[in-house]
């Protein structure tokens, strides 16, 4: 039952920052935290593997928080790790609770049950995607402008390979939002900035596609490497250039009136 998945003194599967700010942006921080539920024996991984980026997306949580602030932008925060339940990834995909994730073994997701996956399922996904869905139908009703934004950061290298982009703007449909906030921020020469790197939104995405796209919302994932967000003075500068390029591209990305979806 849901109802023992969390102990009573552990966080909820979500925070929510700012709900009712004035900003036209909604932040979304899937990968904020490397919490694993005390039911689950840290998934049978060291430390040193559960804090890795496996385990969450390193600085991001931080600078959604410094993003939220600057903009006055609601905030939504999923507050597990992403080896428990990834919730930036359909239910059907593989990735939902790695077995393997990168080069490492993940014991406690092997041979998961159907009733084991659906309990995790019902105690973290479906809260948090529920919570982001509701305020998305309140802002839509309401006929606020509205665009998504997924707060992300990805590795210095993956695989042997190194990734020389400081940021990527991933989007599928919100290309002119998208193509925007790369042209705000490749103004600064020192910044290297790609669309589409070093990931694409494809059929194992969830924020883009279920909560932008298919509400006719611009949305794009903001990805972020990890080593220029990896202090303060990182994210400081990092929420300093996001905010710039999000300002300069509120108005060029259709501004977001799709109207509300049924449910």
Known sequence: MTESFLALDEPPAYGVVNPDGASPYVLLCEHASPRIPRCLSDLGLPKAERMRHIGWDVGAQALALGLSAALDAPLFVANYSRLVVDCNRPLSAASLMPEISEATLVPGNRGLTAAARQRRVDALFHPYHDAVARRLDARQAAGRPTLVVGVHSFTPQF??????????ILFDR???????????????????????????????????????????????????RQDVIADAGGVRDWTLHLTRALRAAEGCAGAGHAPAVLR
């Open 159 to 168: 695989k042997g390979h190194n990734r020389p982009w400081h940021a990527g």
């Open 174 to 224: 919100a290309r002119d939002f998208g193509q925007a906030l790369i042209t705000t921020l490749a103004e600064d020469p020192a910044l290297i900035i790609a669309a589409n790197e070093p990931y694409r939104i494809d059929a194992d995405d969830y924020t883009v596609p279920v909560h932008g796209d298919a509400r006719g919302l611009p949305a794009v994932l903001l990805e972020i």
